[in-house]
C-alpha cells in the first residue's frame, strides 16, 4: 500500500466513526472541566464586574494584565499547579481511549459500536498503560541527552555569527532536529499499540522493539504517511486561528460564535486521533507478511494470516 491510499483511506475510515469521535469529545471535555471551572472561579474573583475583562477583550492591555498577575499570583499559581495533574490525567485518559479506537478500527466495518469501543478500552488499558510508561522512560533519556547536543551545536554555529537571519534558521533547523526523532518515538509507540492489537501481543519490550524494527524497515512509508497526515491537524489548526483573528471576541455575538467555533475545533481534534491510527493501522496491516494455506481437497479456501512483524 503506497501512503498515498493508507492517506485516503484513514481520511473515510476517520468519517464513517462519527459516534467513536463524538465519545472521544465528550470525555476529553470532561476531562478538562475541573481545571476550567478552577480557572474560571479564579478569572471571576479577579475581574469580577470590573472593566478589565472587556479591556482585555478589545485587546492585550500589559497594565490590566500585569496588575492582575500581581494581584492573583497565588491563586493563578494553584490553578497551574493543578495542569501537570490533568496532563497527566489527560494522558491516562487517552491510552485508555486508545484500546477501544483500535479495537473500532481494527477491522473493516463501516462502524464500530460503542460497547466494543469500551471493551477494547478496558481490554487492552493494563499492556497500554505498560507501554506508555515504557516509552516515557526513553523520552526521559533521549530528550535531555538531544537537548544537550542541540545547545552544543547552537554554541558551535551562532556563538561567531553576526546576522539575524543566521541565528533565525539555525533556530528552525534546531526545531526540525527535535522535533523528527520525537516524532519517531511517538510513531513507534503509536505501530507498538496496533501490535498489541492486531497481533493480541503481551510482551510489552518485545512489542516495542518489533514496532521500532518496522518503523525503520519501511522508514519512508511509515515516516512519509505521518508527515501527510501531520498536514491535517496544521491546516485545521490554521483555519481556526485564521477565524480566530478575524473575528474576535469583543461582542456577546463574536463570543458566541468563537465559542461554536472552538467547540468545532475540539471535535476536529477528537477527529483527527482516530484520523492518524486509522492510517497507521492501514499501513501496518498491508505492509504485513501472508502465509497461504491451503486445505487438501478441492474448492478449499485458502486462508491468508498476517505473522507478527
Known sequence: MTIVRAFSSSFRRA????????VLFVINILTAIPLAM???????????????????MGGMDFTVFADFMRLHYEELSAVFNQIAWVMAL???????????????????SSSSSISEFFSGCGRYFARFLRLFFL????????????TVVLALLSQLFIRNSTSEITDFVFGCIQIVLFMVPV?????ISDYAKIAVVVNDETAMVKTAWRSTKF?????????????LMLLVPLVLFAI???????????TYLTIIVMLIIQ????????WSKVFFFAGEMSLYQSLQPVVNSTVEGAGAPIVIEPLKP
Open 240 to 250: 481556526y486561528m485564521l477565524l480566530d483573528l478575524s473575528i474576535g471576541m469583543t
Open 215 to 227: 518503523v525503520f524497515n519501511h522508514f519512508f512509508k511509515t515516516f512519509g504517511l505521518e508527515l
Open 183 to 187: 516524532t519517531i518515538i511517538l510513531m
Open 263 to 270: 467547540q468545532i475545533f475540539m471535535v476536529s481534534r477528537a
Open 15 to 22: 468519517i464513517s466513526e462519527p459516534k467513536m469521535v463524538l
Open 135 to 146: 516509552f516515557v522512560i526513553v523520552l526521559v533519556i533521549f530528550v535531555p541527552i538531544l
Open 90 to 108: 489527560y494522558m491516562l485518559v487517552n491510552t485508555f481511549l486508545s484500546g477501544g479506537i483500535l479495537t473500532g478500527l481494527r477491522w473493516n
Open 38 to 56: 478552577a480557572f474560571r472561579g479564579v478569572l471571576k474573583a479577579g475581574l469580577g464586574s470590573s472593566m478589565a475583562a472587556s479591556e482585555l
